[in-house]
């Protein structure tokens, strides 16, 4: 008896597999209430009673014929890998449903357990189910459980250790499907044992089973004896035309409905039913969220209460976090001397990545309301609703989880939503499907859309977000019915969602999804951000301003300061200056008892910034004459020295945009503003938009280190909202163009490689053009309309 055991756990989408395995094994993998949410093999292990178990949670499906890439990927680890024992996990509630995965099982003669899981549920809606009388007439274990409260879960492993020490064998079943479909399969059973090309990993009986359903994958196998495979098709074809035609419907619907009376047949004898005219919790609740008219009111309701709850709970961690980089930053220009050094750790690592991490807290609760929808299976209804709007455009009803998935409700991500379209049969709509989910609102798009409308738009935050939601989708959705029109022509399949019953979520679950998510963010920003955040500031910082325009720029300054002693006669005010240093110290003086003075010295109703200065200049002329002298000449000083700030401060911009603009990086965003001119943007817009193909958290990163490099004080701590709100170059409505632009163009560089590989270099260049095209011409659109309009200028 080997000491190992492999066993894989399967069963219907929104059985409970997921929880189980996380139950077994102490994973942690995403739990949510709507079909298709596991799409990769996962593992995971055990010990019990002292035998090692490697634990394979395949994805969920409701059989094992081809029609999905979860039914393929299941059942070829099933036939290649062979599993010591499958536990099939079945929602108690839905057993004749459920049941139609597990008789599939015992056709192909895999050695089984079933795992009776949410018996609370079936108890709670008066369904009364005999586990021991189910397990004899099924001839498999049967294990009742509550996966989610952790009950059964020790029985269940007893159970497998228990039937693994019977060294079971695969041993198929045979089902009855009628005279006509059972000659059929025995003459195509004939012939397969007669090959000697077919290997034998499958069942002779399971594969002509497969081969009479019109199971794509099976027929291509079947091809490999050319010998034999024209007497296997013709044999096929001929019961197919005759139970048509006696029948008046296809071999695999006679096949599914013999299933399911062989199903009947057990759950009459095992299930006791208590029939009530009442309709239970779930089916309440939907008949006012679901309905036609009041559930989409519903629907946009929540929506926008997340948002509303989103900004107004993470605005104060926000602010926590702002305060802490600019102490951060504050510490760094104390404790690193002024060069290259400082201005990477500041420029490139501080404002490039700590303006992506800065908005971890409103992640974090997007993330955690997300969660309540998915757990409570409120994310299903939304999708049910949504299927009602994309048949009109084109789309199939299981794109409506690829584009929520994608960011349909913000804080997704493409990449995994590329790949849910693999649920998708039709070719044509998958890829459509595939061409617009770069226009949901991401993850990696929310800290740019917060930028922005904290510093444009403060006192509408929830609504502008959520007309984010609404734009996202309304551009998706036009642009599949535009391609669905024309390049992607094609009719439209059938679609059937189950909507699983609402559940309420556990707060530890709540807690592991909204970490899981918000750590895939941190890690990201610790990791590709950060990289890219140092790779652009070297190209923000070379090579840089020329020797010539240094020294020109010196020599202003050189001027403006000895102006400024010129018109004030500070030289009688302080010591003699003897070189350009010391105008270093008047600066310093000057500021550094500012703050001081700010607290201290301003009266009530004094407080500008001329006061400000007109005190520190008297305080310290009183230090240098010890008596007071007249009004005048404290407001003398203070005017002055206000006029030479103002002019410093200019001209030190001036010298930072050379500098930045002299660099590679200002360059490429010089030679793009004759193209991104019409749209407001200017070169350090273009470079963020260029790092944003990378990720779309590098327009952030890169702004803020565009804007440090290019600040008027290397100490200048403040948000990159704030700066942006107080350069001229930006409004209102140069924000607002460039949030759907970047909502639009190009997907980022890794959803490319996705897209390439979910269909071909073809369409993924074409989705680069397309998404590119459209956000050019819709932002043009949006920017010329508020030009003429003056609407945000």
């Given at each position: 008896m080997q000491t190992k055991l492999t066993i894989a756990l399967s069963g219907n989408p929104n059985a409970g597999k997921s929880t189980v395995f996380n139950a077994i094994t102490g994973a942690r993998q995403h739990i949510a209430n709507y079909p298709g949410v596991t799409v990769e093999k996962k593992y995971g292990s055990v010990v019990h009673k002292g035998r090692e178990i490697d634990v394979v949670d395949l994805p969920g499906t409701y059989s094992l014929t081809a029609y999905s890439i979860e039914e393929i990927v299941a059942r070829d680890f099933l036939i290649n890998e062979k599993p010591d024992l499958v536990i099939d996990i079945v929602d108690a509630s839905n057993l004749d449903r459920n049941l139609y995965l597990a008789v599939q099982f015992k056709e192909l003669g895999i050695p089984l357990v079933i795992a009776l899981n949410m018996i609370d549920l079936a108890e709670s809606k008066?369904?009364?189910?005999?586990?021991?009388?189910?397990?004899?007439?099924?001839?498999?274990?049967?294990?009742?459980?509550?996966?989610?409260?952790?009950?059964?879960?020790?029985?269940?492993?007893?159970?497998?250790?228990?039937?693994?020490?019977?060294?079971?064998?695969?041993?198929?079943?045979?089902?009855?499907?009628?005279?006509?479909?059972?000659?059929?399969?025995?003459?195509?059973?004939?012939?397969?044992?007669?090959?000697?090309?077919?290997?034998?990993?499958?069942?002779?009986?399971?594969?002509?089973?497969?081969?009479?359903?019109?199971?794509?994958?099976?027929?291509?196998?079947?091809?490999?004896?050319?010998?034999?495979?024209?007497?296997?098709?013709?044999?096929?074809?001929?019961?197919?035309?005759?139970?048509?035609?006696?029948?008046?419907?296809?071999?695999?619907?006679?096949?599914?409905?013999?299933?399911?009376?062989?199903?009947?047949?057990?759950?009459?004898?095992?299930?006791?039913?208590?029939?009530?005219?009442?309709?239970?919790?779930?089916?309440?609740?939907?008949?006012?969220?679901?309905?036609?008219?009041?559930?989409?009111?519903?629907?946009?309701?929540?929506?926008?209460?997340?948002?509303?709850?989103?900004?107004?709970?993470?605005?104060?961690?926000?602010?926590?976090?702002?305060?802490?980089?600019?102490?951060?930053?504050?510490?760094?220009?104390?404790?690193?001397?002024?060069?290259?050094?400082?201005?990477?750790?500041?420029?490139?690592?501080?404002d490039g990545m700590g303006g992506v991490l800065g908005f971890v807290p409103l992640i974090m609760f997007m993330f955690f309301s997300i969660a309540i929808m998915e757990d409570s299976g409120y994310m299903a209804r939304v999708a049910y609703m949504l299927d009602r709007v994309l048949r009109w455009f084109g789309l199939h009803g299981n794109s409506v989880m690829a584009l929520i998935i994608s960011g349909g409700i913000s804080g997704g991500c493409a990449v995994p939503g590329v790949m849910a379209t693999r649920t998708l049969r039709d070719p044509k709509e998958r890829i459509a499907t595939i061409l617009v989910l770069p226009f949901m609102n991401c993850g990696a798009k929310?800290?740019?859309?917060?930028?922005?409308?904290?510093?444009?738009?403060?006192?509408?935050?929830?609504?502008?977000?959520?007309?984010?939601?609404?734009?996202?989708?309304?551009?998706?959705?036009?642009?599949?019915?535009?391609?669905?029109?024309?390049?992607?022509?094609?009719?439209?399949?059938?679609?059937?969602?189950?909507?699983?019953?609402?559940?309420?979520?556990?707060?530890?679950?709540?807690?592991?999804?909204?970490?899981?998510?918000?750590?895939?963010?941190?890690?990201?920003?610790?990791?590709?951000?950060?990289?890219?955040?140092i790779i652009i500031w070297a190209m923000m910082t070379y090579p840089g301003i020329s020797k010539e325009q240094a020294e020109y720029f010196e020599r202003q300054q050189n001027r403006l300061a000895f102006s400024f002693l010129a018109s004030t006669y500070v030289k009688g005010t302080f010591d003699d200056i003897k070189d350009i240093k010391d105008i270093k110290e008047i600066n310093h003086f000057f500021d550094s008892f500012t703050g001081e003075t700010e607290k201290n010295v301003i009266a009530p109703g004094e407080n500008t910034r001329e006061d400000t200065i007109y005190n520190v200049a008297k305080a310290a002329y009183f230090l240098k004459e010890g008596s007071e002298k007249t009004e005048f000449r404290y407001r003398n000083i203070a005017s002055g020295y206000l006029k030479y700030r103002s002019q410093k401060d200019n001209l030190n911009r001036q010298q930072k945009q050379i500098a930045l603009q002299g660099t590679i990086a200002g360059w490429?965003?010089?030679?793009?503003?004759?193209?991104?001119?019409?749209?407001?943007?200017?070169?350090?817009?273009?470079?963020?938009?260029?790092?944003?193909?990378?990720?779309?958290?590098?327009?952030?990163?890169?702004?803020?280190?565009?804007?440090?490099?290019?600040?008027?004080?290397?100490?200048?701590?403040?948000?990159?909202?704030?700066?942006?709100?107080?350069?001229?170059?930006?409004?209102?409505?140069?924000?607002?163009?460039?949030?759907?632009?970047?909502?639009?163009?190009?997907?980022?560089?890794?959803?490319v490689i996705c897209i390439k590989k979910e269909s071909s270099w073809a369409w993924a260049g074409f989705s680069i053009v397309f998404n590119l095209s459209v956000a050019y011409f819709v932002s043009l659109i949006i920017r010329q309309l508020g030009l003429v309009s003056g609407i945000g200028i």
């Open positions: 008066n369904i009364v189910i005999d586990h021991r009388k189910l397990s004899d007439l099924l001839g498999v274990p049967v294990v009742p459980m509550v996966a989610r409260a952790n009950k059964g879960i020790k029985e269940l492993l007893d159970k497998v250790v228990e039937t693994a020490q019977t060294d079971s064998k695969w041993e198929p079943s045979i089902i009855s499907y009628g005279m006509d479909v059972d000659q059929a399969l025995s003459k195509v059973e004939d012939i397969i044992k007669k090959s000697s090309v077919f290997d034998m990993k499958y069942p002779p009986r399971w594969r002509a089973l497969k081969c009479l359903e019109g199971d794509r994958l099976m027929v291509e196998l079947l091809k490999q004896d050319p010998a034999l495979a024209p007497r296997i098709d013709t044999v096929c074809r001929r019961i197919f035309k005759h139970i048509t035609a006696t029948h008046d419907v296809e071999p695999e619907a006679i096949i599914a409905d013999h299933r399911y009376g062989y199903i009947t047949g057990i759950t009459k004898r095992a299930v006791n039913r208590k029939i009530e005219l009442r309709l239970n919790m779930s089916d309440k609740i939907d008949k006012v969220l679901t309905n036609r008219m009041m559930g989409p009111i519903f629907m946009i309701a929540i929506l926008y209460g997340i948002y509303l709850f989103t900004f107004w709970v993470s605005e104060i961690p926000i602010h926590w976090f702002e305060l802490f980089f600019d102490y951060l930053k504050g510490v760094i220009v104390l404790i690193v001397p002024e060069g290259t050094l400082q201005s990477i750790i500041i420029s490139g690592v501080i929310l800290p740019v859309y917060a930028v922005l409308i904290a510093a444009f738009f403060a006192n509408h935050q929830a609504g502008v977000m959520f007309l984010m939601t609404i734009l996202s989708w309304t551009f998706a959705l036009f642009a599949a019915k535009l391609i669905r029109s024309t390049i992607l022509r094609g009719t439209k399949t059938p679609f059937v969602m189950e909507l699983p019953p609402y559940r309420c979520p556990t707060f530890r679950g709540l807690l592991i999804h909204t970490w899981e998510r918000t750590w895939e963010y941190i890690k990201k920003a610790g990791t590709v951000i950060l990289g890219f955040s490429l965003g010089k030679r793009l503003e004759t193209i991104t001119r019409p749209l407001g943007f200017d070169y350090r817009t273009n470079i963020a938009l260029v790092g944003g193909f990378a990720a779309k958290e590098v327009i952030i990163s890169t702004l803020g280190t565009a804007y440090s490099l290019g600040a008027m004080d290397s100490g200048e701590n403040r948000s990159l909202s704030l700066k942006l709100k107080k350069d001229p170059a930006w409004n209102p409505l140069t924000a607002f163009t460039l949030i759907i632009f970047t909502m639009l163009y190009v997907p980022c560089f890794v959803t």
